[in-house]
């Protein structure tokens, strides 16, 4: 056995890096659209209590007990299946979203459940109406209260972006595997790889305690 | 024609009359108190005032407008008149002192960011809070968050000032801050309408005192100083309050809602 050899994949470093983006912008438009959803799966069982409070949870329940990947799967080979022609990036996206909308939404309504119960009749009083109570009360409140959860759960999904690479996304891991695949260096791109992926995770805290420290600020 | 005349108000809970045909007057400037034992329909009766609480049937002239409290858009016409001070103040934790007195303003009212701040830093300093405009409510005192609740009130220009349990949190230093307080702003024409277990306050500060059992006005009290002297409330204060009642301290919240 050789000893390892990280020239081979130094060289192919700028193409790598390529994949960070990549990465970055799957998970950040999952999260998007998956937090966008969970904002109205959590409304649906904050403020019902009969079918459409056990849809909401069902659907948390059956996406948050199933493989990612399979989902990713449904999506990939089930829109053609109703005419919906779409790439392998948008499949990832849209089978993330989906993903992240019901852990999010189980995160959000957790969030929803600690807003006192006071401030829904005093948002009634000071005049405001249920868009406006939701947009600068329950939600702002029940986001600051769950910002570590949140900004965990993007962690995971930078993480589990990897998986993008099985569909023929070029994310990070894609280009890894694409490296690997002409320099046979499998090993020390995976090495690398997972370095750029801890560095990303370490930089993404940080974000994450500048963020909080700003909205701290912002009251 | 007195400035606020509510009459017959009725609640109902299935086949419970947790409030029936309650009603008081008030001038313009008054300090009306609600005492009355735990479960009299105090509470109930202060949120009837907001449209917080149903009703089957009442009517209130406030600055001559007549509103129908039965009627499904009351509650919005209410809360155009009214402001409320919640027993547990309500303040939201998540904003600035200065961001909750300015949210309504801004947001409903959609008066500009600048004159709502203007006006709300403006009564901070008259309610001596000028240096915690930036701060967040859970670094304020009992007192002080409860001023803030009450400026915040007051930011919604209300004909009438509700207040529910206003001392029960406080110390007996704190309780005689808000007595002159509530005291000052019935001076500049505000009316205030307080449910109470405190009755050193409630005797002090009244101009009127109603006093409700099971739902109905048993009696009511008028003048300050001497409201409390009505044989009923008398009674009733001897009773209920006496030395205990006037220390803040030792009264308790209400759960007659």
Known sequence: MTGLDFNPVFAHLPFLLGGVGVTILIATLAFAFGLSLAVALAILRFENQGAWRRLSRSYSTALTNTPQLSQIFAVFYCLPLIGLMVSPFLSVVIGMTLNAAAYLADILGAGMARVPPVYHEVALTLGLNRRQTYLRVILPYAGRAMFPALANHFQIMILGSAMASIFGVEDLTGRAYDIGSTTFRILEVMLVTGGLYALLSFALTGVFALFRRTMERMV | ?257
């Open chain 2, 1 to 257: 024609m007195p400035y606020i005349d509510v009459r017959d108000v009725c609640v109902r809970h299935g086949k419970n009359e947790t409030l029936r045909h309650a009603g008081f007057e008030a001038e313009r400037g008054d300090i009306v108190s609600f005492i009355g034992p735990s479960g009299s329909g105090k509470t109930t009766f202060l949120r009837t005032l907001i449209g917080l609480q149903p009703v089957w049937q009442g009517q209130m002239d406030v600055h001559g407008r007549n509103v129908d409290m039965a009627a499904p858009a009351s509650a919005r016409i209410l809360r155009e008149q009214a402001a409320i001070v919640f027993q547990q103040y309500g303040l939201f934790g998540h904003m600035s002192v200065l961001r909750n007195l300015t949210l309504a303003p801004t947001v409903v009212a959609k008066r500009s960011r600048r004159e709502a701040e203007h006006e709300a830093r403006a009564l901070l300093e008259r309610l001596g809070l000028a240096d915690k405009a930036d701060v967040l409510p859970a670094d304020l005192s009992g007192g002080q968050k409860q001023r803030v609740a009450i400026a915040r009130a007051l930011m919604l220009r209300p004909a009438l000032l509700l207040l529910d349990e206003p001392t029960s949190a406080l110390d007996p230093h704190k309780v005689r801050d808000v007595g002159v307080l509530l005291r000052d702003l019935a001076q500049d024409g505000m009316t205030i309408i307080q449910v109470s277990h405190a009755m050193g306050v409630v005797s002090s500060l009244s101009d009127r005192i109603v006093l409700l059992e099971d739902g109905q006005v048993r009696a009511v009290g008028t003048g300050r100083g001497y409201a409390a002297q009505q044989p009923d409330i008398a009674a009733f204060m001897n009773t209920h309050g006496g030395d205990a009642a006037t220390d803040p301290a030792g009264s308790r919240s209400d759960p007659d809602h």
